[in-house]
């Protein structure tokens, strides 16, 4: 199945995706015109008001870039909707991405049949990410366009399970849209995903070590500084398992190798975690990929290296 027509601006086949704190639209912006679809989470726009002053300023501004440049226009961009019981914004914020016509909508921690219709309402589509086969079908049921598929590896809140086991079984019942987290911070590795079987690479840990990133400096040299070994695994933050860098977590006084497990149904987008150190402000979120950024650039410059290194691995491919 071909990709829907939302994607035809994409200049890589990438979808930057939505950091907690960290992506706002100067980041969203400059990922759109570097030729991706760049995200971030409704709740990175507080108080809820602000969540129009940052659409505003996003679809105004690559409107504006889009007329300058006819001949490369902007990707698209998203906004990522947590659909769980404690995000008591959730209704205002879907009605913004209705009022603004949101291109695309990615949704976690729950699947919603009514908010999957509002952004049909006007040509948008929604992108449901999962951590396996359970959640992914019960997505598509609700209504769902396409899948982003979290593998093992991932930053955030990651699954468990191979890329190549999550998209091969995936692809045995479904045709649609699919995106794969895991990982990937490379050209090739967004090769090697659309190899697997998927359309997209999805990548959010190596975008936080660019210039127009809303996180703090320790944190940017602290993904160029690390590897996939200083990476821990935990539920202990949030209520849901997650990477995490490990030097972030010995800096709030606890130990990595003896945490203790999280009661899941304390879990509260209000609050921002389950521990007075807060991801992802304190407890910085990872995925294993860290190894391939070696420096702290801009998007614009990121997102070209990416393309090199995307054509140099097909070029290696058909060789």
Known sequence: MSLPPVFNRLRLPLIASPLFIISNPDLVIAQCKAGIVGS???LNARPGPVLEEWLKRITSELAEYDAKHPEAPSAPFAVNQIVHKSNDRLQHDIDMCVKYKVPIVITSLGAQESLNQAIHSYGGIVLHDVINQFFARKAIEKGADGLILVASGAGGHAGVQS???IVQETREWFDGPIALSGSIATGGAILA????????GYMGTAFIATKEANAAEAYKHAIVAGSAGDIVYTNLFTGVHGNYLRPSIEAAGLDPDNLPVSDPS???FGS???TKAKAWKD?????QGIGAVKSVTTVAEFVDKLK????EARRRIAA
Do not use: H
């Not at 407890?283 to 995925?287: D, E, K, L, T, V």
């Not at 090199?308 to 054509?311: H, I, L, V």
């Open 272 to 274: 921002g975690g389950n």
């Open 40 to 42: 971030f989470p409704a």
């Open 163 to 165: 890329p190549f086991a």
């Open 193 to 200: 995903a659309q190899a697997m079987g998927a359309d997209l």
């Open 266 to 268: 304390k879990m509260n």
């Open 308 to 311: 090199r290194e995307y054509a």
């Open 283 to 287: 407890i910085w979120g990872s995925g």
